[in-house]
């Protein structure tokens, strides 16, 4: 009787456990702290091209009424062959990337997008296929 009633204790707590705990599988695909990715593809003027990959990156903690920090990144395949990766930048209205002494700009907003480089556009009117 013992045995029964100690095998049924334990199986409660078993069950208990595996009900109330997701797997870490789910807790890992649930996780809002992950990096995440989107794939774009934009058609622009001259028959050009860009496919992006955006890197949504892990929010940075700020203090309230602090600035967020940018923490994303983009790479970009052009269609003439080059491929870039520019990390995020402050920008006041859609999302700017840019290397570091700011000679490769890109920029997105809705869904158009254009390239800049050393302040000549050089990838323009890219929209979202």
């Known amino acids: 009787m ?16 595996w009900f109330f705990y997701p797997s870490v599988s789910q807790q890992k695909n649930e996780n809002p702290e992950s990096v995440k990715e989107n794939k774009v593809s ?3 003027s001259e028959s050009k ?10 929010p940075i903690p700020v203090k309230s009424g602090e600035r967020p ?6 790479q970009i395949v052009l269609s003439d062959g080059r491929t870039l990766s520019l990390p995020e930048t402050i920008s006041a209205s ?4 840019a290397n570091d002494d700011e ?14 480089e050393d302040d000549k556009e050089t990838y323009m ?5």
């Open 2 to 17: 013992k045995i029964i009633f100690t095998s049924i204790i334990l199986m409660a707590v078993i069950l208990g456990i």
């Open 42 to 44: 934009y058609v622009c």
């Open 49 to 58: 091209t860009i496919q992006a990959t955006y890197v949504i990156g892990v």
């Open 69 to 74: 920090i940018p923490n994303g990144s983009v």
């Open 94 to 97: 859609g999302v700017r990337y």
């Open 103 to 116: 000679s490769i700009i890109f920029w997105n907003k809705g869904n158009g997008a254009f390239l800049l």
């Open 125 to 129: 009117n890219c929209l979202v296929l």
